[in-house]
């Protein structure tokens, strides 16, 4: 059964940072991409932020380039997020998701054509 745990959420005040986790059991981790997304209330879901199998490529939405940085360790099976600069307007549920490797990663996240998802956890930043 795969299961994908989100953890690291939390309210901060704007330029603050905060680190998101999110635990990976259940299939060949190392065999999928891995992609953060965010919706916030009333708005559509975005692709955040994806990094390749072997995490030596990622690719950023504009509006978190430069503040985010995604990683991965395939040993643990765990995915980080680690934001940085954070704005009133990161303010969303944040999802982490695995697309089994195939294609243009970037592109599968602009379209969130990811294969599993995971719960979600909250991320309120206050100005």
């Known amino acids: 059964q795969v299961q994908l745990v989100e953890s690291g959420g939390g309210s901060v005040q704007a330029g603050g940072s905060l680190r998101l986790s999110c635990a990976a059991s259940?299939?060949?981790?190392?065999?999928?991409?891995m992609g953060w997304f965010r919706q916030a209330p009333g708005k559509e879901r975005e692709g955040v932020a994806c990094?390749?199998?072997?995490?030596?490529?990622?690719d950023y939405a504009d509006s978190v380039k430069g503040r985010f940085t995604i990683s991965r360790d395939n040993a643990k099976k765990i995915l980080y997020l680690q934001m940085n600069s954070l704005k009133p307007e990161d303010t969303a549920m944040y999802y982490c998701?695995?697309?089994?490797?195939?294609?243009?990663?970037?592109?599968?996240?602009?379209?969130?054509?990811?294969?599993?998802w995971g719960q979600g956890t909250q991320v309120t930043v206050s100005s």
């Open positions: 990094i390749s199998t072997g995490g030596v490529s990622t």
């Open positions: 259940g299939y060949t981790y190392s065999s999928y991409y």
């Open positions: 998701a695995a697309a089994r490797a195939g294609g243009n990663f970037g592109l599968r996240l602009r379209r969130g054509e990811f294969d599993y």
